[in-house]
């Protein structure tokens, strides 16, 4: 049995705590690397992640790609869609397919 | 030229024959695995992309409602409102297996079946913004779970993808070519032993006879 979490500023994520995630407001780019990996290893199935802690972490986000579990997805935060989330789906066909042949203009 | 060195005997010959044969069935296998993976590939990625867009979009407009909402209440207030959630939603994770790549399936499930669950709180001090904001992100949920699980299918298949393609490669281009070369090199090499032995074998017979019949002075 698995749990869902959402990490980010409180402020973009204090409403996914009424529909039953667990949420875990992070201010510092530290605490949201200790913070996921805290939930990596503790049950959770699914991490939503602002947009904005996902880019202030970079690289540190894509050792859970190959992962099985959990799912880090990022989604837009109170601040506005960054565009992160689709740049992510295109890079796993730039990486599967060599070049992106699908999404060349979508979101840009 | 033979890429490296190998000793040109037949046992030699032998092994590297039955390597190429191993060689091109891997290859070919592998070849239809990537092929297969790439048309699965494909169609959840569309899927990915259509889905992403709804639930960008779904918490987009949920973001507002909040926005909206946080405007009509003090801030105490609501976090009073939402600090002991009734619902909590509990996750399945089932597996399939694409193409010997283990992925996820996520089920979902309310602690409580009843959808009003979602209001952790009395209605009495909080803005009906908070209702509707509540509500909207609620029903992006459903949407939220399916990308999780779309996504990290496409994340594992695009590396799962990306490895068999190399796997492809290095077969077709190094592994095969540098087995026929060698092959090719042992075969000659066998061959010119072969031509040089009956030659030899000739001369020895020449000089035989020669020496039985003296030939050359009559």
């Known amino acids: 049995m698995y749990k869902i979490a959402v990490v980010g500023d409180y402020d973009s994520i204090y409403g996914f705590a009424a529909v039953g995630l667990d949420i875990c407001p992070v201010k510092s780019r530290e605490e949201t690397r200790d913070r996921l990996r805290q939930l990596a290893e503790s049950g959770y199935g699914i991490v939503y992640i602002t947009e904005k802690a996902a880019a202030e972490l970079g690289g540190a986000l894509d050792e859970y790609m190959e992962m099985r579990l959990p799912a880090v997805i990022q989604i837009p935060g109170v601040s506005g869609n960054t565009g992160a989330g689709v740049q992510g789906v295109k890079k796993t066909v730039e990486q599967a397919v060599g070049s992106d042949i699908l999404f060349g203009g979508v979101g840009e | ?218």
């Not at chain 2, 569309?46 to 909040?66: H, T, Y």
């Not at chain 2, 909207?136 to 399916?146: E, F, G, K």
Request: with cysteine; charged share 35%; aromatic share 4%.
């Open chain 2, 1 to 218: 030229m033979a890429a490296k060195q190998v000793n040109p005997t037949r046992m030699e010959l032998t092994r590297l024959k039955k390597k190429r044969i191993t060689a091109i069935r891997g290859h070919k296998l592998l070849k239809d695995k990537r092929d297969e993976l790439m048309r699965q590939y494909l169609d959840l990625v569309r899927e990915n992309m259509e889905v992403r867009v709804k639930v960008e979009a779904g918490i987009k407009s949920a973001n507002r409602n909040f926005v909206i909402a946080k405007a009509g209440m003090s801030e105490a207030a609501l976090n009073t409102a939402l600090m002991a959630p009734k619902q909590e939603v509990s996750l399945e994770a089932g597996d399939r297996n694409v193409m010997s790549v283990d992925i996820p399936v996520f089920e979902y499930k309310m602690r409580t079946a009843d959808e009003n669950d979602i209001y952790s709180y009395g209605y009495a001090f909080t803005s009906g913004d908070l209702d509707g904001a509540v509500k909207s992100l609620a029903d992006v949920l459903p949407d939220m779970i399916r990308l999780a699980e779309v996504e990290k299918a496409c994340q594992l298949m695009a590396a799962e993808i990306e490895k068999t393609r190399r796997r492809v490669n290095a077969l077709e281009h190094v592994i095969i070519p540098e087995t026929e070369e060698s092959i090719k090199y042992i075969t000659m090499k066998l061959d010119e032993n072969e031509r040089s032995t009956q030659i030899r074998l000739m001369k020895v017979k020449d000089m035989m006879l020669e020496e039985a019949h003296h030939y050359s002075e009559m």
